[in-house]
Nanobody, 130 residues
Framework: EVQLVESGGGLVQAGGSLILSCLAS????????IGWFRQAPGKEREGVAY????????FVEDGVKGRFTISRDNAKSTVYLLMNSLKPEDTAVYYC???????????????????????WGQGTQVTVSS
């Protein structure tokens, strides 16, 4: 099992940047894929970006592609979400999540859907003003 804590949210003007961090504790962080999700008021939670246990396996949803970048530092047990050119519609609570590795079909599998993730952080608020 892994525990996740997000940080780095805040208030930023449109066009600005933020870096979110997801600090993991527990066993075998290096083996975990991590996903970033967000939930805006009145909307369903949606995926933003995902990274496999290997740093080269990254996926970014079309709506933020070219603006958001996901990366990880296994030595620090941390996954980052760099968000550039922020827009008011990026306003949401951002969550990081990890899958239960026992449910994955193979070790390098990177889940790309919300229901494949089992462990969640408490979220960090990002507010983008116009």
């Amino acid at each position: 099992e892994v525990q996740l804590v997000e940080s780095g949210g805040g208030l930023v003007q449109a066009g600005g940047s933020l870096i979110l961090s997801c600090l993991a504790s527990g066993s075998d962080f290096d083996d975990y894929a991590i996903g970033w999700f967000r939930q805006a008021p009145g909307k369903e939670r949606e995926g933003v970006a995902y990274i496999g246990s290997g740093e080269q396996d990254t996926f970014v949803e079309d709506g933020v592609k070219g603006r958001f970048t996901i990366s990880r530092d296994n030595a620090k047990s941390t996954v980052y979400l760099l968000m550039n050119s922020l827009k008011p519609e990026d306003t949401a609570v951002y969550y990081c999540a990890a899958p239960d590795s026992r449910r994955l079909p193979y070790s390098d599998y990177v889940p790309l859907s919300l229901n494949e993730y089992d462990y969640w952080g408490q979220g960090t608020q990002v507010t983008v003003s116009s």
